[in-house]
């Protein structure tokens, strides 16, 4: 079984419109949580980071963290063409170097 | 910035035969690389975890026989896939982090291997 679990496994969304994606850890160990995007033909790249319980907001992203649940979220408002991308939640342990990735969302923005 | 430069891009070796990826970190000191393997399914696979003054970890189904990995020195990490076969394909990224605390992850384009 997958340690981190992410939904939905493909999105659309209008330009312009709010992108939801979900994250849900099976590990309590896991401490330390990141959302990373991936383009075409590219590796991924760190969107965010977020450590501790709550909301954390970078320009049109927002991530938020509810460790007693192991549920991580990532909300893209204002949807772009160019936010069209394979999104990943990774984790990792506290004080661990390990970071497990879930399976993405892909997620599709249309004009 | 932090940046992570992989070489080569892609590459197509013959089955049975090997092919060796370099991975370099630009702009900063990689403490810990972390070489993970995509699959065309998109799923992430950690292959091992090599840090500056320890031994290199190797994750369950991969061996350093397999996937032997240098880390020489604070900016570049190679990894070399022997005896490649079909279910070696994929795309091959290096991960390299600033320090040895949990911290993100930078990676690389990646190689992709793809194996005739």
């Known amino acids: 079984q997958q340690k981190v679990q992410q939904s939905p496994e493909s999105l659309s969304v209008p330009e312009g419109g709010m992108a939801s994606l979900n994250c849900t850890s099976s590990?309590?160990?896991?401490?330390y949580f990141w959302w990373y995007r991936q383009h075409s033909g590219e590796g991924p790249k760190a969107l965010m980071?977020?450590?501790?319980?709550g909301d954390k907001k970078e320009g049109r992203f927002t991530a938020h963290l509810n460790k007693a649940s192991l549920h991580v979220s990532l909300h893209i408002r204002d949807s772009q063409p160019s936010d069209s991308a394979l999104y990943f939640c990774?984790?990792?342990?506290?004080?661990?170097?390990?970071?497990?990735f879930g399976s993405g969302t892909r997620l599709l923005v249309s004009p | 910035g932090a940046l992570v430069y992989q070489y080569p891009r892609r590459t197509i070796c013959k089955s049975g035969t090997s092919m060796r990826m370099e991975c370099q970190a630009v702009?900063?000191?990689?403490?810990?690389v972390a070489w993970y393997r995509q699959s065309p399914q998109k799923t992430f696979e950690l292959i091992a975890l090599?840090?500056?003054?320890?031994?290199?970890?190797?994750e369950q189904n991969f061996t350093q026989e397999k996937f032997p990995i240098s880390h020489p020195n604070l900016s570049f990490s190679s990894m070399t896939v022997l005896n490649a076969y079909l279910e070696d394909r994929g795309l091959y990224l290096c991960?390299?982090?600033?320090?040895?605390?949990?911290?993100?992850?930078?990676f690389g384009s990646g190689t992709r291997l793809t194996v005739l």
């Open positions: 990774a984790a990792s342990e506290t004080g661990g170097y390990k970071v497990v």
């Open positions: 590990d309590r160990n896991f401490q």
């Open positions: 980071s977020i450590f501790s319980d």
């Open positions: 702009g900063f000191q990689a403490t810990s």
């Open positions: 090599s840090t500056v003054n320890s031994a290199i970890k190797y």
């Open positions: 991960g390299a982090r600033k320090d040895s605390s949990a911290e993100t992850l930078y």
